[in-house]
């Protein structure tokens, strides 16, 4: 018995041995005699030790600069200087009058004086909202007289068939309730008639209005 264990143990140190030596075998060598190689992560970039880094130059710029040159901003417009300077003041001329009236006159009348400003299609609507029962009694209970006043701010757009104007207008009123001042910024659209001006719209400047290509009026 003792003879077959000391046969086992001689052969277990044996195969000890030779494991052992497979494992420093597999450990010292590799690909290519022995290169390390390690698999990098998907996506990664790699860098060459010693390269230089890689910069992409910023495309030079051609800059603004002032010019001497005549510049003439009508010749670019679809209205000339005089055809904008008769609207404006058509604009100014009727929010001022748009911004005039009294407790003692006929409502009638200064529906009328508004209608010869505006349009056909704009007329009914402006004169509708400025004679209103409502609009005539408070004014009538308040005894208000209103004087008003309007400066085009500035143009908001021009087409060829459209203008828009900012205007400033300003109510200066007189009543029982004492007398104030009030000030409104409205966006005033104009179409031309012939060689005239029509108002086709108003509304608050806030609301922004766009002009109209489509619309024009051969008719008072």
Do not use: C
């Not at 030790?49 to 992409?56: D, E, F, I, L, R």
């Not at 051609?62 to 300077?85: I, R």
């Not at 058509?90 to 009294?102: D, K, L, M, P, S």
């Not at 309730?177 to 719209?201: C, F, M, N, Q």
Request: avoid cysteine; charge should be negative.
């Amino acid at each position: 018995m003792a003879d077959n264990g000391g046969r086992r143990g001689a052969v277990f140190a044996v195969l000890v041995g030779l494991l052992a030596a497979v494992g420093i075998y597999l450990t010292m060598s590799g690909p290519e005699g022995g290169e390390d190689i390690r698999s990098d992560p998907a996506g990664a970039s790699r860098t060459v030790p010693g390269s230089p880094a890689q910069t992409v130059a910023e495309p030079s710029r051609p800059a603004a600069t002032a010019s001497d040159a005549p510049f003439d901003v009508y010749s670019y417009l679809p209205m000339t200087k005089q055809e904008l300077a008769a609207a404006a003041d058509y604009a100014e001329r009727f929010t001022a009058e748009y911004g005039t009236y009294r407790h003692d006159e006929d409502p009638v009348a200064y529906g009328e004086r508004l209608r010869g400003y505006a349009t056909a299609e704009f007329a009914d609507a402006l004169v509708r909202a400025r004679t209103s029962p409502g609009f005539v009694e408070a004014n009538r209970a308040d005894e208000v007289v209103s004087s008003g006043s309007a400066t085009v701010k500035e143009i908001r757009q021009v087409q060829d068939s459209s203008v828009v104007f900012v205007v400033v207008a300003t109510e200066r009123i007189t009543a029982k309730s004492g007398p104030k001042d009030r000030t409104d910024e409205y966006a005033v659209t104009l179409i031309p008639v012939g060689s005239d001006w029509r108002v086709h719209d108003l509304q608050p400047a806030a609301d922004g209005q766009e002009g109209d290509d489509r619309l024009t009026e051969t008719g008072g």
